[in-house]
Nanobody, 121 residues
Framework: VQLQASGGGLVQAGGSLKLSCAAS????????VDWYRQPPDNQRELVAT???????NYRDSVKGRFTISRDNAKNTVYLQMDNLKPEDTAVYHC????????????????WGQGTLVTVSS
């Protein structure tokens, strides 16, 4: 199973984008899903996390602007990004620690290919 991240693009500062992370094939459910980002010439950093029970956590710089959510029926995790700033410019990746593909079949540590978000000032 692969993760497919989409929704990136070019937006002006103050604008919004919504990223999606979906499995490449039918699955039962994700466990914990994270969004990471890698800014140009910088290290990858954790942006937001959502657990299977809906607990959410965010890095301080995005609190109040980004919202992570999940639609278990669609097996998709979203990252709504509002009031974007130039420093949010990065390649965004989703990651799942565990995927239940079917009863008794699990896959672990899966990454999406990344989607580029560019915020102009």
């Amino acid at each position: 199973v692969q993760l497919q991240a989409s929704g990136g693009g070019l937006v002006q500062a103050g604008g919004s984008l919504k990223l999606s992370c979906a499995a490449s094939e039918k699955i039962n459910r994700f466990n914990v899903v994270d969004w990471y980002r890698q800014p140009p010439d910088n290290q990858r950093e954790l942006v937001a996390t959502i657990t299977s029970t809906g607990y959410r956590n965010y890095r301080d710089s995005v609190k109040g602007r980004f919202t992570i959510s999940r639609d278990n029926a669609k097996n998709t995790v979203y990252l709504q990004m509002d009031n974007l700033k130039p420093e949010d410019t990065a390649v965004y990746h989703c990651h799942a620690d565990r995927i239940q593909v079917s009863p008794g079949r699990y896959e672990y540590d899966r990454w999406g290919q990344g989607t580029l978000v560019t915020v102009s000032s």
